[in-house]
């Protein structure tokens, strides 16, 4: 079972900026998709971003053209670039190693590691 490590994750005001990493014990290369969850107090987690092995990349509605998801092969690294943050994007972030297929990313949420804290507030 891969194991996968997150970090970068703080608190910042809103409109700020994180970056969030993801370091893999193996190589990503292979991997079909990988994602980024989060998941809130109280609340569902949710898929935020997910990147396939071509470079496909979705996006949830609540952080389109705010936030961006990227891999590294080389380096088994993926990262969420997190812009202009909102409250509301406060949450615990997890990476995932999943799978795309026909138009549908499945988790595996058994990969997931202790997670990055997110708090956006003022």
């Known amino acids: 079972q891969v194991q996968l490590v997150e970090s970068g994750g703080g608190s910042v005001q809103p409109g700020g900026s994180l970056r969030l990493s993801c370091a893999a014990s193996?190589?990503?290369?292979?991997?079909?998709?990988m994602g980024w969850y989060r998941q809130a107090p109280g609340k569902e987690r949710e898929l935020v971003a997910f990147i396939s092995r071509s470079r496909l990349r979705k996006y949830a509605d609540a952080v389109k053209g705010r936030f961006t998801i990227d891999r590294d092969d080389a380096k088994n690294m993926m990262y969420l670039q997190m812009d202009n943050l909102k409250p509301e994007d406060t949450a615990v972030y997890h990476c995932d190693w999943g799978q795309w297929s026909g138009n549908t990313y499945y988790p595996d949420f058994g990969s997931w590691g202790q997670g990055t804290q997110v708090m956006v507030s003022s």
């Open positions: 193996e190589s990503i290369s292979t991997a079909n998709a």
